[in-house]
């Protein structure tokens, strides 16, 4: 009787394991192509305003510069 129990609670585990990896693989998104890799490296600028650095593809651009922010685009554009 024992036996039959930790039998019937080790198969629980097991299918219960097994539905859980399986779950996993549908809910991981797959890339996409053109989608950024996390692991990709990338293109780093400074910002004209305040000197911070920030990626390409989150800078704002004027001209030949960059920019953290719409009010530093702004700011730097008072200045000059």
Known sequence: MFRSLIVFIAIGVIVWLVSRMLSNKRNTPRSKTGASNPHEIKKI?????????????????????SFCSQQHLEQWTQDQ
Do not use: G, H, L, T
């Open 45 to 65: 600028v400074q910002c004209q305003q305040c000197q911070v650095f920030i990626p390409e593809d989150k800078a704002i651009k004027s001209e030949n510069f």
